[in-house]
Protein backbone atom coordinates (compact mmCIF):
# COMPACT_ATOMS: atom_id res chain seq x y z
CA UNK A 1 0.00 0.00 0.00
CA UNK A 2 1.28 3.69 -0.67
CA UNK A 3 0.42 6.62 0.89
CA UNK A 4 0.93 10.26 -0.68
CA UNK A 5 0.46 12.76 2.23
CA UNK A 6 -0.11 16.24 0.62
CA UNK A 7 0.41 19.54 2.75
CA UNK A 8 0.75 23.34 1.91
CA UNK A 9 -2.15 24.61 0.72
CA UNK A 10 -4.27 27.62 1.69
CA UNK A 11 -5.32 30.96 0.56
CA UNK A 12 -3.09 33.46 -1.06
CA UNK A 13 -3.73 36.97 -2.31
CA UNK A 14 -3.30 36.92 -6.19
CA UNK A 15 0.85 37.46 -6.51
CA UNK A 16 1.79 35.71 -3.44
CA UNK A 17 3.67 32.08 -3.56
CA UNK A 18 2.88 28.96 -1.64
CA UNK A 19 4.59 25.74 -1.48
CA UNK A 20 3.27 22.27 -1.53
CA UNK A 21 4.65 19.36 -0.51
CA UNK A 22 4.11 15.81 -1.33
CA UNK A 23 5.60 12.84 1.10
CA UNK A 24 5.30 9.38 -0.22
CA UNK A 25 5.45 5.97 1.77
CA UNK A 26 4.35 2.77 2.79
CA UNK A 27 5.73 -0.16 0.30
CA UNK A 28 6.93 1.32 -2.11
CA UNK A 29 9.81 0.04 -3.94
CA UNK A 30 10.84 2.76 -6.68
CA UNK A 31 9.16 5.89 -7.97
CA UNK A 32 9.56 6.50 -11.47
CA UNK A 33 7.93 9.93 -11.41
CA UNK A 34 5.99 12.27 -9.24
CA UNK A 35 4.26 15.15 -10.24
CA UNK A 36 1.18 17.64 -9.46
CA UNK A 37 -2.23 17.69 -11.35
CA UNK A 38 -4.87 20.23 -10.38
CA UNK A 39 -8.84 20.56 -10.80
CA UNK A 40 -10.76 23.34 -10.67
CA UNK A 41 -14.55 23.95 -9.69
CA UNK A 42 -16.60 22.72 -12.46
CA UNK A 43 -13.33 21.39 -14.47
CA UNK A 44 -11.63 18.53 -15.60
CA UNK A 45 -8.23 17.40 -13.77
CA UNK A 46 -5.00 18.19 -15.55
CA UNK A 47 -1.22 18.42 -15.45
CA UNK A 48 0.71 20.60 -13.76
CA UNK A 49 4.00 19.21 -13.41
CA UNK A 50 6.08 16.21 -13.45
CA UNK A 51 9.95 15.18 -12.57
CA UNK A 52 11.39 12.55 -12.85
CA UNK A 53 13.56 10.29 -10.75
CA UNK A 54 16.62 11.68 -13.10
CA UNK A 55 15.32 15.20 -12.38
CA UNK A 56 13.63 15.52 -15.80
CA UNK A 57 11.00 18.37 -15.04
CA UNK A 58 7.53 18.65 -17.41
CA UNK A 59 5.54 21.75 -16.78
CA UNK A 60 1.67 23.07 -18.32
CA UNK A 61 2.38 25.96 -20.14
CA UNK A 62 -0.16 27.69 -17.94
CA UNK A 63 2.51 27.37 -15.22
CA UNK A 64 5.76 27.64 -16.87
CA UNK A 65 7.86 30.54 -15.45
CA UNK A 66 6.14 30.60 -12.49
CA UNK A 67 5.78 27.08 -10.73
CA UNK A 68 9.08 25.36 -10.00
CA UNK A 69 8.96 21.40 -9.08
CA UNK A 70 11.57 19.34 -7.37
CA UNK A 71 12.18 16.34 -5.41
CA UNK A 72 14.10 14.92 -2.96
CA UNK A 73 14.48 11.26 -3.83
CA UNK A 74 16.25 9.83 -0.54
CA UNK A 75 12.54 11.28 1.09
CA UNK A 76 10.61 10.71 -1.47
CA UNK A 77 9.22 14.14 -1.36
CA UNK A 78 7.91 16.22 -4.23
CA UNK A 79 7.50 19.90 -3.56
CA UNK A 80 5.98 22.50 -5.79
CA UNK A 81 6.91 25.90 -5.52
CA UNK A 82 3.94 28.54 -6.84
CA UNK A 83 4.53 31.98 -7.28
CA UNK A 84 2.84 34.70 -9.33
CA UNK A 85 -0.38 33.09 -7.84
CA UNK A 86 -3.64 34.02 -9.91
CA UNK A 87 -7.02 33.20 -9.61
CA UNK A 88 -7.13 30.90 -11.97
CA UNK A 89 -4.83 28.60 -10.24
CA UNK A 90 -7.45 28.27 -7.23
CA UNK A 91 -7.89 24.42 -7.55
CA UNK A 92 -8.05 21.19 -5.73
CA UNK A 93 -3.75 20.02 -5.66
CA UNK A 94 -2.94 16.32 -6.49
CA UNK A 95 -0.28 14.67 -5.97
CA UNK A 96 0.93 11.81 -8.01
CA UNK A 97 3.72 9.02 -7.66
CA UNK A 98 4.37 6.26 -10.32
CA UNK A 99 6.29 3.43 -8.92
CA UNK A 100 6.93 -0.13 -8.53
CA UNK A 101 4.88 -1.81 -5.57
CA UNK A 102 5.10 -5.67 -5.41
CA UNK A 103 6.60 -6.18 -8.50
CA UNK A 104 3.77 -3.97 -10.61
CA UNK A 105 4.17 -0.35 -11.70
CA UNK A 106 1.19 1.72 -10.27
CA UNK A 107 -0.02 5.04 -10.51
CA UNK A 108 -0.93 6.59 -6.98
CA UNK A 109 -2.56 9.68 -5.80
CA UNK A 110 -3.00 12.12 -2.45
CA UNK A 111 -6.02 12.93 -0.88
CA UNK A 112 -5.67 16.83 -2.31
CA UNK A 113 -5.02 20.00 -0.95
CA UNK A 114 -7.00 23.01 -1.71
CA UNK A 115 -5.43 26.27 -2.97
CA UNK A 116 -7.38 29.52 -3.35
CA UNK A 117 -6.24 32.69 -4.89
CA UNK A 118 -7.63 35.91 -4.48
CA UNK A 119 -7.91 38.90 -6.35
Known amino acids: QVHLVESGGGLVQAGGSLRLSCAASGSIVSITSMGWHRQGSGKQRELVAT???????NYASSVKGRFIISRDNARNTVYLQMNSLKPEDTAVYYCNAVGVVAGILGNYWGQGTQVTVSS
Open 51 to 57: ITSGGRT
